[in-house]
């Protein structure tokens, strides 16, 4: 009789195991497959697929998605670029000059949706009655029921930062936003203002209202697209979010 099974040695113990076994490789094509493959027991709405991939079950919903970001998807599910007017005539002349009327995208139907940007890592929320303001390059999706109001920086410091333009969300539902790398949450109390550089500030508090500063010149700062020039300053009780990178946002066109 040929004996198909190899031993190993274990300690003080013999286990056998057949020789298909010890032949597969970890690199071979269905242990890849296995490792990579989605997940079928995630059903909640906003899942984390992967650090860098968000997914989002739809089940005849709709949800707001960053243009661009959709990598793939399973069933029956529509798209539809956001219209100037989406979120009021108060937001009209900020989505014009900011660009960010064409930044959204409503997906809506049936099924499994994967969205990612540029490979940055994704981090859900949940807002329960709560706001908060993000980068507007850094929010990927939130849920139909998030209220989203373009705030605007007035200094010349931030349009030649390219961090004029933050989206407040706010009411209740999941929100999905992305930084490079680990982020780290700062806490801002009275005592002690917090000041960040704006192309590496992602987030903060939905009630407080930074302040733009620099301690250099006009002249000097033209040509500048980011660095120590300037900062941000937050003041009050809160927190704000930064990345360990510097990201500088070009307004689309």
């Not at 198909?4 to 076994?21: A, E, G, R, T």
């Not at 079950?57 to 989406?86: D, P």
């Amino acid at each position: 009789m040929v004996n198909n099974h190899h031993p190993i040695q274990c300690k003080k113990d013999v286990i056998w195991l057949p020789k298909k076994l010890l032949i597969m490789s970890k690199y071979s094509l269905e242990s890849f497959i296995n490792e990579t493959k989605e997940n079928p027991q995630e059903r909640d709405y906003f899942e984390l697929e992967k650090p860098q991939l968000l997914e989002i079950n739809l089940n005849n919903q709709s949800v707001w998605t960053k243009r661009g970001s959709m990598v793939g998807y399973i069933g029956n599910i529509n798209f539809e670029r956001q219209g100037m007017l989406a979120g009021g005539i108060g937001n009209l002349l900020k989505k014009a000059i900011s660009g960010e009327g064409t930044r959204l995208m409503k997906a809506e139907g049936t099924g499994k949706l994967y969205v990612a940007d540029s490979g940055k890592k994704v981090r859900i929320l949940y807002l329960n009655n709560e706001a908060l303001c993000v980068n507007g390059n850094d929010v990927l999706a939130h849920e139909q029921s998030i209220k989203s109001d373009i705030t605007m920086l007035k200094s010349i410091a931030g349009m030649l930062s390219g961090g004029l333009f933050q989206v407040k969300l706010s009411g209740t539902g999941h929100v999905a936003i992305t930084t490079h790398g680990e982020p780290l949450t700062l806490m801002i109390t009275p005592d002690n203002p917090v000041f960040t550089d704006p192309n590496a500030t992602v987030a903060w508090s939905g009630n407080l209202t930074p302040e733009l500063k620099t301690n250099v010149s006009f002249k000097s700062l033209m040509g500048r697209g980011s660095g120590e020039e300037f900062q941000m300053k937050f003041s009050g009780n809160g927190w704000v979010l930064i990345q360990p990178y510097e990201e500088v946002y070009a307004v689309e066109k």
